[in-house]
């Protein structure tokens, strides 16, 4: 998701190539255009187009399901870089609204802000809360990249790695526990490994978080089966068709804390697309496995603006 040159002034301008909510790397003959014609841009960040990535749906950059250890904006170092973004999520029995903002520094360490709202449909009625009841929770993140370049140390076998944090509040804390949810509130630790593979076009990424999340903290944290922290494997592949399409595919495992329903992995399919630094757009078809009432799959788009 050597045609890369390693001198003090590629260093400067941040010759890193990276792709949105699914991205990959740019072929050789294309990273060179593209090296050529938008490295130096001032005015839209040292970056390459699409290395600011998209808004991952818990707000980190990276992909729709999985965080990256790429980090967001198109801010190289000693510049910052910030992205807006709205995703929706429609599901057999339920839509998820997402919407956010990341900022990135130095190109080293990212913040980000993100809230969902779940609207729970006829589920909701057939809960006694009511149709289109909203489960809502607050999602605030910080990623520092602790070391590797995922493009300028093409020479490296090393993968680009960051470290993330987070803390997730459930705003429906006695809905939550009503289900068996042993807090409205969690922290997620995670460590991301981004290697990109220039010559071939492609970007995989790793990511273990440590989590006790009901599907994502939108059905609380912990629960009646299990309340610790355990490992949750996160991976995500992409190809790049050309400097401003990728194709790929992502899966997440998630704990199964709670007895009344079990909760199952998730994976995606996606296309994103990006006209320029300033606006991608992805589109994808998500399952989310079972909740509750049964299989939950769907249609994901989401749009993102910044610079």
């Not at 990511?207 to 089966?225: E, H, I, P, S």
Request: avoid cysteine.
């Amino acid at each position: 998701m050597s045609l890369v040159k390693r001198g003090t002034r590629s260093r400067q301008t941040g010759v890193s190539l990276a792709l949105s909510v699914a991205l990959a790397s740019v072929p050789g003959a294309v990273l060179a255009q593209a090296v050529a014609g938008e490295a130096s841009d001032p005015a839209t960040g040292g970056k390459l187009l699409l290395t600011g990535g998209v808004s991952q749906v818990e707000g980190s950059a990276g992909g729709g399901l999985a965080p990256w250890a790429l980090i967001g904006g198109y801010g190289e170092r000693g510049q910052w870089g910030a992205n807006a973004f709205y995703t929706r999520l429609g599901l057999d029995d339920y839509a998820l609204d997402s919407y956010g903002a990341i900022v990135g520094f130095d190109n080293r360490i990212e913040f980000s802000l993100a809230r969902h709202s779940f609207d729970t449909r006829d589920v909701g009625a057939a809960l006694g809360l009511g149709r289109g009841f909203k489960l809502e929770q607050d999602i605030v993140g910080v990623k520092l990249r602790v070391f590797g370049d995922a493009v300028l140390e093409q020479d490296s076998w090393l993968p680009q790695v960051a470290l993330g944090v987070q803390h997730k509040r459930n705003r429906q804390g006695a809905v939550v526990r009503s289900v068996g949810a042993v807090d409205s509130s969690g922290t997620d630790i995670y460590v991301s490994a981004t290697k990109l593979y220039l010559a071939q076009g492609l970007l995989v990424n790793t990511t273990v978080r440590f989590t006790k999340a009901n599907q994502f903290g939108l059905l609380g944290f912990g629960g009646d089966r299990r309340d610790s922290y355990r490992p949750q494997f996160e991976g995500s592949i992409a190809w790049l068709l050309n400097r401003h399409l990728a194709i790929g595919g992502e899966f997440r495992t998630k704990p199964d804390n709670l007895g009344v329903a079990g909760e199952d992995s998730a994976w995606d399919v996606f296309v994103a697309w990006a006209p320029n630094k300033h606006l991608s757009l992805t589109a994808a078809w998500v399952d989310l496995g079972n909740i509750i009432v049964g299989e939950q799959r769907g249609p994901y788009l989401s749009l993102q603006v910044g610079f």
